[in-house]
C-alpha cells in the first residue's frame, strides 16, 4: 500500500447481517470496504458503564475536543524527535514507537488497558483521567524541551565566541594585555575591528576622525578572511567621540577588559555548556520518545470512547454492533468510504437517499438537527473515524 497510512474506525449495528452475528457483520463491513481499499481487522471495544443520554451527549462533545487534543500533541512532540534528530527521517522511525513496537503493530493489537483504566468506571472519570494524562505529558515534554533549547541557545552563542569572525567572535586568546594601556587615568586602548577591504582608508584617518587620538598608536592585532582587528589609544575624554566616529565609518569598535585567566575560564565554561547540552538532548530524546508512545495510547483509548459513545447515540441499545480498524492511505480511504456511504446510507434514515443514478445524496433539512456526536461537521449514516498517527 503506497503511500502514508491512515486509518479508519467504523462501527456498525450487526444488523447489517442477516444473522444478526458479530462475525458476520465484520465479514460484510470488510467486503464492503474492498481488499482492494484496506484491510479490515476487528476492533475490540468494552462494554462501559452508560448513563442519561443528555450526559452522553456531553460527553461525546468532550470526547471529540479531547481527540483533537491528542492529535495535536502527537503531531507536536513528533515535530519535537524531527528537531532533536534534525530531520533523520530513519532515527525518528526508530524513536516513533508504542508500548516498545511500531504503531502499526500496536494499533492492530490494540486492548483496551482495564488496569489503568477500568472499564466499570463512569465515562466522565475516565475522560478526565486521559485528559489530566495528555496535558501532563504535553507539559513534561515541553517543559524538557524549553530547558535545551535555552542550553543550545548559550552553547551556539559560546561557539560563535570561539569560531565566528573578529566582528563577533572573543578576543579573550587573540589580544596580548601587552597591547592595551591599562589602569592609566588619562588613556585608553580601543580594539576596533575593520573590514579588510577599508584597512587603507583606517590607517590613512583613524587619527583624525576624533580629537586627542594618539598618533601612530594603531597596531594590527590579528586578521581572518573578512576583518583586522586594530588596537588604538585615545584619551579618556574623548573615547566616546571616537567610537561614534568609528561606527559611522562602519568599523566595529569592541568592548574587551583583560581579566587573567579569561581565556582558561572561558574554556572551561564552553566545555561545561558543551557537556550539558549532551546531557539534556539525551534527556529530551528520551522524554519525547516515551511521549510520544504515552499520547498515542491515550489517543486510541478516547478514540475508543468516541465510537463507544456515539454507538450508543446512533443505534440505541441494547449494543448489538461491530467496530472494524481498516488501514489504508488517503487516497483509497476515499474509495472505502464511497462504498460505506453507498452499501449503509439506509441507516441514516431520512439523512441520505439516492439520486436516479444511485448516487448518496444527503437532506440538509435532517442534516440540521443532526451533524454527528462530538461535533463532526461531514455527516455520516454510520459511525466513522479517520486518523494519521504521524
Given at each position: 500500500?503506497?503511500?502514508?497510512?491512515?486509518?479508519?474506525?467504523?462501527?456498525?449495528?450487526?444488523?447489517?447481517?442477516?444473522?444478526?452475528?458479530?462475525?458476520?457483520?465484520?465479514?460484510?463491513?470488510?467486503?464492503?470496504?474492498?481488499?482492494?481499499?484496506?484491510?479490515?481487522?476487528?476492533?475490540?471495544?468494552?462494554?462501559?458503564?452508560?448513563?442519561?443520554?443528555?450526559?452522553?451527549?456531553?460527553?461525546?462533545?468532550?470526547?471529540?475536543?479531547?481527540?483533537?487534543?491528542?492529535?495535536?500533541?502527537?503531531?507536536?512532540?513528533?515535530?519535537?524527535?524531527?528537531?532533536?534528530?534534525?530531520?533523520?527521517?530513519?532515527?525518528?522511525?526508530?524513536?516513533?514507537?508504542?508500548?516498545?513496537?511500531?504503531?502499526?503493530?500496536?494499533?492492530?493489537?490494540?486492548?483496551?488497558?482495564?488496569?489503568?483504566?477500568?472499564?466499570?468506571?463512569?465515562l466522565t472519570e475516565l475522560i478526565s483521567s486521559l485528559q489530566k494524562e495528555l496535558v501532563s505529558i504535553d507539559n513534561d515534554v515541553k517543559s524538557k524541551i524549553?530547558?535545551?533549547?535555552?542550553?543550545?541557545?548559550?552553547?551556539?552563542?559560546?561557539?560563535?565566541?570561539?569560531?565566528?569572525?573578529?566582528?563577533?567572535?572573543?578576543?579573550?586568546?587573540?589580544?596580548?594585555?601587552?597591547?592595551?594601556?591599562?589602569?592609566?587615568?588619562?588613556?585608553?586602548?580601543?580594539?576596533?575591528?575593520?573590514?579588510?577591504?577599508?584597512?587603507?582608508?583606517?590607517?590613512?584617518?583613524?587619527?583624525?576622525?576624533?580629537?586627542?587620538?594618539?598618533?601612530?598608536?594603531?597596531?594590527?592585532?590579528?586578521?581572518?578572511?573578512?576583518?583586522?582587528?586594530?588596537?588604538?589609544?585615545?584619551?579618556?575624554?574623548?573615547?566616546?567621540?571616537?567610537?561614534?566616529?568609528?561606527?559611522?565609518?562602519?568599523?566595529?569598535?569592541?568592548?574587551?577588559?583583560?581579566?587573567?585567566?579569561?581565556?582558561?575560564?572561558?574554556s572551561r565554561e564552553f566545555e561545561k555548556v558543551n557537556r550539558d547540552e549532551r546531557k539534556v538532548w539525551g534527556e529530551a530524546l528520551r522524554l519525547a520518545r516515551?511521549?510520544?508512545?504515552?499520547?498515542?495510547?491515550?489517543?486510541?483509548?478516547?478514540?475508543?470512547?468516541?465510537?463507544?459513545?456515539?454507538?450508543?447515540?446512533?443505534?440505541?441499545?441494547?449494543?448489538?454492533?461491530?467496530?472494524?480498524?481498516?488501514?489504508?492511505?488517503?487516497?483509497?480511504?476515499?474509495?472505502?468510504?464511497?462504498?460505506?456511504?453507498?452499501?449503509?446510507?439506509?441507516?441514516?434514515?431520512?439523512?441520505?437517499?439516492r439520486d436516479k443514478k444511485g448516487r448518496v445524496l444527503k437532506d440538509d433539512s435532517a442534516l440540521s438537527s443532526d451533524t454527528g456526536v462530538g461535533g463532526e461537521?461531514?455527516?455520516?449514516?454510520?459511525?466513522?473515524?479517520?486518523?494519521?498517527?504521524?
Open positions: 500500500m503506497s503511500g502514508s497510512t491512515k486509518y479508519i474506525l467504523v462501527s456498525l449495528p450487526t444488523s447489517i447481517s442477516p444473522s444478526n452475528d458479530k462475525d458476520e457483520a465484520l465479514t460484510a463491513l470488510r467486503s464492503t470496504v474492498s481488499t482492494d481499499n484496506g484491510i479490515t481487522i476487528p476492533f475490540k471495544i468494552p462494554d462501559f458503564k452508560i448513563g442519561a443520554v443528555d450526559t452522553l451527549l456531553t460527553q461525546a462533545d468532550d470526547l471529540g475536543k479531547l481527540e483533537s487534543s491528542c492529535a495535536a500533541v502527537v503531531q507536536k512532540i513528533g515535530d519535537t524527535l524531527r528537531s532533536l534528530l534534525e530531520g533523520d527521517e530513519e532515527k525518528i522511525a526508530q524513536q516513533k514507537t508504542v508500548n516498545d513496537k511500531p504503531a502499526d503493530q500496536y494499533l492492530r493489537a490494540f486492548s483496551w488497558n482495564k488496569v489503568k483504566y477500568r472499564a466499570d468506571k463512569p524549553t530547558q535545551y533549547n535555552s542550553i543550545k541557545t548559550n552553547l551556539t552563542a559560546l561557539e560563535r565566541k570561539q569560531t565566528g569572525n573578529l566582528a563577533t567572535k572573543s578576543l579573550t586568546p587573540v589580544v596580548d594585555p601587552k597591547l592595551l594601556v591599562q589602569d592609566s587615568e588619562y588613556i585608553e586602548t580601543h580594539l576596533i575591528v575593520v573590514p579588510t577591504n577599508m584597512k587603507k582608508d583606517f590607517l590613512r584617518s583613524y587619527e583624525t576622525i576624533a580629537p586627542m587620538v594618539v598618533p601612530r598608536s594603531s597596531i594590527e592585532v590579528t586578521h581572518d578572511d573578512e576583518f583586522t582587528l586594530y588596537a588604538v589609544t585615545t584619551f579618556k575624554k574623548t573615547s566616546a567621540e571616537f567610537q561614534h566616529k568609528c561606527r559611522e565609518n562602519k568599523w566595529t569598535p569592541r568592548d574587551y577588559k583583560y581579566v587573567q585567566g579569561g581565556k582558561e575560564e572561558e516515551t511521549g510520544w508512545s504515552e499520547a498515542v495510547m491515550i489517543w486510541l483509548h478516547v478514540l475508543t470512547l468516541r465510537v463507544f459513545a456515539e454507538t450508543v447515540l446512533r443505534y440505541g441499545l441494547p449494543l448489538d454492533y461491530v467496530c472494524g480498524l481498516v488501514k489504508t492511505n488517503p487516497k483509497l480511504a476515499k474509495k472505502a468510504k464511497t462504498n460505506l456511504d453507498s452499501t449503509y446510507s439506509y441507516l441514516g434514515g431520512n439523512s441520505v437517499g461537521t461531514e455527516y455520516t449514516p454510520y459511525v466513522y473515524y479517520e486518523f494519521e498517527i504521524i
